[in-house]
Nanobody
Framework: QVQLVESGGGLVQPGGSLRLSCAASGSIVRIYDMGWYRQAPGKQRELVASITNSGSTNYADSVKGRFTISRDNAKNTVYLQMNSLKSEDTAIYYC???????????????WGQGTQVTVSS
């Protein structure tokens, strides 16, 4: 069994910063790619940023230069540092992690419960 616990969302003014965290726990053999997605009201869920287990990163064009994804493999945690936030960044942010667990010994995708980020003055 695997759990993903997200934290760090909230209300921030335009131009402000937030840092999201997503910690994984459970019967984990290996963690592969980790990433952050977001879903705004009335829109489809979209990729924000992802990071491989070797540290290669990928960003949506809309967040390049403003957001930074990182991971701490010792803590099984992925972070999203969000700077220069805009109103259009308002959404529910979900972490997505690909695991291999002792229970299945197969690569499986897990999603966090989501954390609300609201950018408003």
């Amino acid at each position: 069994q695997v759990q993903l616990v997200e934290s760090g969302g909230g209300l921030v003014q335009p131009g402000g910063s937030l840092r999201l965290s997503c910690a994984a726990s459970g019967s984990i053999v290996r963690i592969y790619d980790m990433g952050w997605y977001r879903q705004a009201p009335g829109k489809q869920r979209e990729l924000v940023a992802s990071i491989t287990n070797s540290g290669s990163t990928n960003y949506a064009d809309s967040v390049k230069g403003r957001f930074t994804i990182s991971r701490d493999n010792a803590k099984n945690t992925v972070y999203l540092q969000m700077n220069s936030l805009k109103s259009e960044d308002t959404a529910i942010y979900y972490c997505k992690v690909d695991f291999m667990t002792w229970a299945t010994l197969t690569k499986t995708t897990y999603w966090g419960q989501g954390t609300q980020v609201t950018v408003s003055s």
